[in-house]
């Protein structure tokens, strides 16, 4: 059985529906608290899959992700660095992201995890931002994306404006890691602008990867988007289907691929 | 005093960040041309070594956009540096969590109050100080902030910004005075009203908002007792029996209400419906928790309630709004034995954001009231940040400008909650009792003067003398360790008996209400954590300091309690035990310093007796001319009260925990609802429907029917996107002003006695509720002229409802050309306190009559249309009336549409008051013309008619007869719409 592992602790709020998300892609979902892991009553070495869910650790004070991630590098870096070697599997969603990306685990440019390489500022508007963005995915080698072309997630978020030196950008397209980019609803680059780009992140960037593919980080939550009856068109789309005498399916196919893709890869990664 | 070693970090972003351009357009709004660089800066009060120096500073950095300088001035240019901080002891989130991250990277205990945090702007422009001392009062709240401005070339000179830490001075020893009571009547008085004096300054505490009979009944308690009372000892009691605690003015004997207001109206409703329900009672908790609760499933309960933070809000709106918002959530996990939040709700009442006119709280120009734009600003953000950082969601709120609203905001709180019917150990949830043995454990914030004297506060009209100290900081994210600690963790553990939330009162009236469970409690008020040393014993005792739970807690899992909170990051501190000693005592260093009948201190206040006299309603038809109705209906549609508020709905978060499902925003043309769906349990098909309503305009001309009003509207907006009246109940938050004169009495009562013949005809049960007695504003307007801006008498009504399937739900968005438009109800000359009249400046008029008989069936068939899908469309007519609300559905489904007014069931011919009455129970909906004839057999026995039809074009057109009306476009509409609060 795969096992997930859920970070949970100090402000993160969504680990309740990351861990149903990992649990109907067919895995064993646990929310463990930082705390247990440090005190050594949970290891994350037991676990297959890491998620560091979305939510406000401390508050987003000092800025978003900052101290969560130090206290996992303070704590538990060892650990993190045996769980990525081992080729294990990382995701992070807006938060999780923030947090990722101050703890480095993009590994740019240096190809050394630790780094950090890449910043999410504050939204252009400085404001947070909660709507239903369209998603195109980019990315060949990206393990949780795999199959998924196109998608709708919501963000919510003050602070997910991509940012990074052109060097880096260059390396992270080069490298096939620019996971998904915010396009408009016909899959049209959104290029920057309000609001198919809901941030001003650079590029349009809402989601990269590292170069091994397997630790994604995200701003769009799609653990949030697994049914269709959460969609903000459900009723619209449920009429017309109706209609057609057809009646819609359950969940979001796209956005429940992405922990299928997880579950499965690390299935026939013995776990 | 030895000098300390101070050091200052601060972080400066590589290039311009949003933050700083979002402020030079704000600054350019109010006429600065500046530039702008915001830098984050720490003042740290330890002596570190230049090396743990490097090590915090990178800590508190991402290099990628950020620098770090220690100790060093920036090397921008810049005309003058600004630094904003807090004032000291004001809650300082970001210093608190620099301190964690400090002492987990130096694996040191900073310990408290070593940490600062301020921000600094360094502006470029033509600017004199006196432009950046205003530009600074702009950006700051004086009565929590701190501004410290140098010119470049003081900042040079000096070598940067001053390193000072805000610390807290108090330096008197704790101690309990003793008060006498045998003085002369105007002494006794001015107790009441402006508090205790000050034995060292001779100054007033603040009120204690105690009347003459009040001190009176305490006198002679204490003459029975044989001793003088101690200052705490009053402050407690006064805590105890404030309006806001004890709900004086509903509980006491109104004319010939014997039984007061709220026991015959409000829970007489709710008994007599209860009855009518027999076996299909849906209710398990009302009124006698921190919210209401009713059954989901059988597994699980859903509880609800609502609260207002008012005059907080009124002098420090950021704070007002985010302690309003965490402070209702501790009302969910503090509801049996432990709730969890699954959804807020907001509801405001401002005055007109462009009103820039100033009030003055004193004399001759002085302290000057906040602006209604600047209110606005502060409260949404302070629920937004309140609610987005505690991770629920905030499906639904609403907006309602008026100009009554100008002296004194109306910030409405509501929070869901989802708690198991049964425990793991077998104890129904909802039901909890402190059992005398119990340890008294507070876990979360520490207490500070913030927040003293706020359920005092709250029950006295604002003035010059509103405390400062009233207005409290919120820390969310300590909330949220400690509410997932306890609902998540602690709760299913059965390692507690009891538990509630420290709201008004502080711990003087959690410790005392939870001691109702059992009968007697002991506190060693030294060991409770205090924020900075001095604080008095009264103070400790009534501070309503945020973020705190009060828990009773066996001996026996008392260190399991203790380590599971240690271990979470929750402090947690054993103050005393449970008894049933029927005494409250409470000691300070071993010295008692308050003693009270248990009995005495819970039911020792006098009864009071009422008397209200008829209210001049003004019901006269003011005189309308309407020249050009597409003028008006549009004027309506964009006008403050039906308007898209979108930029609020955006802001807060409404998708976390993945359970929205009716969303505030509803179709592609995202129009602003009226009620929210949610489905709590992915398990589970059932879903929770959501609404809130109020009309206190309508109070002018008749309370009675303002409040049957605001009942039909709640439930109708909960109807029109698919609940179900027989398993929906509702909340009343009474806001009223004045409350000491008897025609606002009248008001009052006339209000109750609506809320009672409604909710028993609808079957409707109440199962919480709150009120705010006293919402003047009593001051000076700009001329010096004095002033009293009352609010309209307001009742907001809540709905909640349990459905079986989210399924059956349906939204306002027209969904396809060709539909058939229907208009159900019929439509009255009922445009009394309309937004129609509203708009044109008239007041009076004939106010909308509720036929709750009618309605109700009408309701269940409604109920039945959604869960057979004959709906494509359905929205519920409100403010602004039919027009008004076919546009919205044409804007939200960007799809035209055309109707023949002459078509639509009605009383009255003039074509403006068709379009723009409000007559109560009526929707809109629309229907595939293959489900025709299924509807109207459904109907058959309703006032209804087809109306017109979806076009398949962008054309809006309202015609009498052949005669266009109205003829314009969705495009225009929806500019219209969205064009009022676009740049907000």
Excluded at chain 1, 1 to 20: D, Q, R
Excluded at chain 2, 328 to 355: H, Q, S, W
Excluded at chain 2, 480 to 499: I, T
Excluded at chain 2, 708 to 719: H, K, T, V
Aim: net charge negative; with cysteine.
């Amino acid at each position: 059985m795969v096992k997930a592992l859920i970070m949970s602790g100090y402000g993160i709020n969504c680990e309740s529906e990351s861990k149903h998300a990992f649990e109907k892609a067919g895995a064993t979902a646990e929310i463990v608290h930082i705390n247990d892991l440090i005190a050594g009553k949970k290891k994350m070495a037991d676990y297959d899959i890491m998620m560091f869910p979305g939510g406000f650790s401390y508050g987003d004070d000092t800025g978003s992700g900052y101290a969560f991630a130090n206290k996992l590098k303070n704590n538990l870096w060892p650990d993190l660095l045996k769980f990525i070697k081992q080729g294990k599997l990382i995701l992070g969603v807006c938060n999780g992201f923030q947090i990722m990306t101050n703890l480095g685990l993009f590994a740019l440019p240096s190809e050394e995890y630790g780094e950090e390489s890449n910043a999410l500022l504050a939204n252009t508007h400085n404001r947070y931002e909660c709507r239903w963005v369209n998603l195109k995915s980019q990315s060949q080698k990206c393990v949780f994306t795999k199959g998924v072309t196109m998608t709708s997630i919501p963000i919510a978020h003050a602070e997910g404006r991509f940012h990074c030196t052109p060097g880096v950008l260059k390396v992270l397209e080069d490298n096939d890691q620019v996971v998904f980019t915010y396009c408009d609803a016909t899959g049209k680059a959104a290029a920057g602008s309000f609001p198919a780009n809901p941030n001003g992140a650079l590029s349009d960037i809402a989601a990269i990867c590292d170069r091994s593919g397997k630790i994604l980080g995200m701003m769009p939550h799609p653990e949030r988007g697994l049914y269709l009856v959460n969609h903000p068109e459900y009723h619209h789309r449920k009429e017309h289907a109706a209609r057609k005498g057809e009646t819609l399916p359950e969940v979001d196919e796209n956005n429940f691929r992405i922990f299928t893709n997880a579950v499965a890869y690390a299935k026939q990664n013995g776990a | 005093m030895p000098s300390e070693t101070i050091h200052r970090i601060e972080i400066d972003t590589k290039e311009q960040g949003s933050e700083a351009q979002v402020l030079e357009k704000k600054l350019a709004a109010l006429g600065h041309q500046v530039k702008a660089r915001i830098s984050k800066a720490y003042t740290l009060r330890q002596d570190f070594t230049a090396e743990q120096l490097e090590k915090v500073a990178a800590a508190l950095h991402n290099p990628v956009a950020e620098t770090a300088r220690i100790n060093e001035p920036s090397t921008l240019a810049f005309d003058w540096a600004l630094e904003l901080g807090f004032l000291p002891g004001v809650t300082d989130n970001v210093a608190n969590t620099a301190t964690e991250i400090i002492d987990d990277l130096l694996s040191m205990r900073l310990g408290r109050n070593r940490v600062f945090s301020s921000k600094v702007l360094f502006l470029t422009g033509a600017l004199s100080r006196e432009e950046v001392e205003n530009m600074a009062r702009e950006l700051i709240n004086i009565l929590i902030e701190r501004y410290h401005i140098k010119s470049n070339t003081e900042y040079k000179q000096e070598e940067g910004l001053d390193k000072v830490a805000p610390l807290v001075k108090l330096t008197k020893e704790p101690e309990a005075i003793e008060i006498d009571l045998d003085v002369p009547e105007a002494e006794l008085l001015a107790l009441g009203k402006q508090g205790i004096k000050d034995p060292e300054t001779g100054e007033r505490r603040g009120p204690l908002a105690l009347d003459l009979d009040y001190l009176t009944a305490i006198k002679a308690y204490f003459a029975k007792e044989g001793r003088k009372p101690t200052d705490i000892e009053l402050e407690s009691i006064a805590q105890t029996w404030s309006e806001h605690c004890k709900h004086t003015i509903f509980a006491a004997t109104m004319d010939d209400i014997d039984e007061g207001i709220m026991k015959r109206y409000i829970k007489g409703a709710t008994n007599a419906v209860r009855e009518q329900l027999g076996e299909n009672d849906f209710c398990l908790s009302v009124f006698k928790d921190n919210s209401g609760g009713i059954i989901f499933d059988d597994t699980w309960m859903i509880t609800d309630k609502a609260e207002t933070h008012n005059s907080p809000s009124a002098l420090d709106p950021f704070g007002g709004a985010i302690t309003g918002i965490v402070g209702v959530n501790r009302d969910t996990i503090g509801f049996g034995m432990g709730a969890l939040p699954i959804a807020n709700k907001y509801g405001y009442c401002f005055g007109r954001p462009e009103d820039t006119s100033t009030i003055y709280r004193g004399k001759n120009k002085t302290n000057p009231s906040l602006p209604p734009k600047r209110i606005l600003d502060g409260v949404i953000y302070g629920v937004n940040v309140g609610g987005n950082c505690s991770g629920i969601p905030t499906p639904t709120g609403f907006c309602f400008f008026d100009d009554h609203y100008k002296g004194k905001p109306l910030v409405f709180v509501g929070t869901l909650g989802l708690l198991p019917r049964k425990l793991p150990n077998g104890e129904l949830a909802h039901e909890k009792e402190a059992q005398a043995g119990d340890r008294i454990v507070v876990i979360g914030g520490r207490v500070g003067k913030d927040g003293i004297h706020g359920a005092t506060f709250s029950s006295e009209a604002m003035d010059e003398g509103s405390p400062a100290t009233a207005v409290q900081i919120g820390d969310p994210i300590t909330q949220k360790k400690l509410s997932d600690a306890v609902c998540k963790e602690a709760r299913d553990l059965g390692l507690y008996n009891s538990v509630t939330d420290n709201g008004a009162g502080g711990l003087s009236c959690s410790v005392a209400e939870m001691a109702e469970e059992c009968g007697g409690f002991v506190v060693q008020l030294e060991k409770v954590p205090l924020k900075y040393p001095g604080l008095q014993p009264w103070e400790t005792w009534i501070s309503e300091s945020q973020e705190r739970m009060t828990l009773s807690v066996p001996e026996d899992k008392l260190a399991a309690f203790e380590e599971l909170m240690e271990q979470r990051g929750v402090e947690c501190t054993v103050i005393g035990t449970f008894n049933n000693a029927k005494r409250g005592v409470v000691t300070l260093n071993g010295k008692t310093i308050f003693d009270l009948d248990m009995d005495f201190l819970h039911h020792g206040l006098p009864d009071k007796a009422l008397t209200s006299k008829p209210y001049p309603y003004k019901t006269q038809e003011p005189r309308i001319g309407v020249q050009d109705p597409e003028e008006l209906f549009l004027r309506i549609l964009g006008s403050h009260n039906c308007c898209s508020f979108e930029f609020i709905s955006r802001q807060y978060d409404h998708e976390v925990q993945g359970n929205s499902v009716v969303k505030p925003l509803q179709g592609k043309g995202r129009v602003n609802g009226t009620a929210s769906v949610i489905k709590p349990l992915f398990d589970s098909k059932k879903g929770v429907v959501m609404s809130q309503a109020l009309n206190p305009r309508m109070s002018e001309v008749s309370c009675y029917d303002m409040a049957a009003n605001a009942i039909d509207s709640a439930i109708r907006y909960a109807i029109a996107v698919g609940a179900d009246i027989k398993h929906l109940a509702l909340m009343d938050n009474f806001c009223w002003c004045s409350s000491n004169e008897p025609e606002r009495l009248a008001q009052l009562k006339d209000a109750a006695r609506a809320c009672y013949d409604y909710a028993t005809v609808y079957r409707t049960p109440f199962i919480s509720g709150k009120d705010s007695m006293f919402n003047d504003f009593k001051g000076y307007a700009e001329n010096g002229e004095p002033i009293k801006i009352s609010v309209h008498p307001t009742l907001m009504v809540s709905a909640v409802s349990v459905i079986d399937d989210v399924k059956n739900t349906c939204t306002m968005d027209f969904k396809a050309p060709g539909d058939l438009i229907y208009v159900i109800g019929e439509t009255r000359d009922e445009c009394g306190a309309s937004e129609f009249y509203n708009v044109l400046g008239k007041e009076g008029g004939t106010p909308p009559k509720v036929d709750a008989k009618t309605a109700r069936k009408l309701y269940s068939t409604m109920h039945a249309l959604h869960t057979t899908h004959l709906l494509s469309a359905c929205a519920a007519i409100g403010a602004g009336g039919l027009g008004v609300m076919l546009a919205k559905m044409s804007i939200a489904g960007q799809h035209g549409a055309e109707i023949d007014i002459n078509l639509v069931p009605a009383t009255v011919d003039e074509p403006v008051r068709i379009l723009h009455s409000e007559t109560p129970s009526r929707f809109i909906v629309s229907v595939d013309p293959k489900k025709k004839a299924a509807f109207e057999k459904a109907m058959h026995g309703f006032a209804f008619a087809h109306v017109g039809e979806v076009r398949d074009d962008a054309k809006f057109v309202i015609s009498k007869g052949k005669e266009a009306i109205i003829d314009t476009s969705v495009d225009l509409l929806d500019t219209v719409y969205k064009e009022r609060f676009k740049e907000y």
